[in-house]
């Protein structure tokens, strides 16, 4: 599982949590940092909507251009369009900021 999130101490909790629940899981901050992250392929991207360096769009471009457009992505923001614009990104799911982290675990199991 592939968590791309630009706030280390969220990274750190979602990664520590999901490891937890029993899943491998790998933090980056942008899309810099995504190449050494995609292989093997993720079975989950994780991927907060508004990123400080990058952007959704481009970590959603990488994972496609390498042949991983079947991979579940659960797209994460307080942005009040984030219905409209994980539709506009095509991903599997969303979830707003912040959540019950039951809430996050019932969609993580259901997406992977």
């Not at 791309?4 to 899981?25: H, K, M, P, Q, R």
């Not at 457009?69 to 994460?76: A, D, I, M």
């Not at 219905?83 to 707003?96: D, N």
Request: charged letters at 30%.
């Amino acid at each position: 599982m592939l968590v791309v999130e630009d706030d280390s101490d969220i990274a750190s909790l979602l990664s520590e949590i999901l490891e937890n629940e029993g899943y491998d899981t790998a933090a980056v901050s942008d899309s810099d940092d995504l190449k050494g992250q995609l292989d093997p392929h993720p079975d989950l991207i994780v991927l907060d909507l508004r990123l400080t360096r990058g952007s959704a769009e481009q970590i959603l471009a990488a994972v496609r251009a390498r042949g991983m457009g079947n991979v579940p992505v659960l797209l994460l923001s307080a942005a009040g369009d984030l219905a409209e614009r994980a539709k506009e990104l095509g991903v599997s799911e969303y979830l707003a900021k912040p959540f019950e982290l039951d809430e996050l675990l019932v969609v993580v199991r259901r997406l992977t």
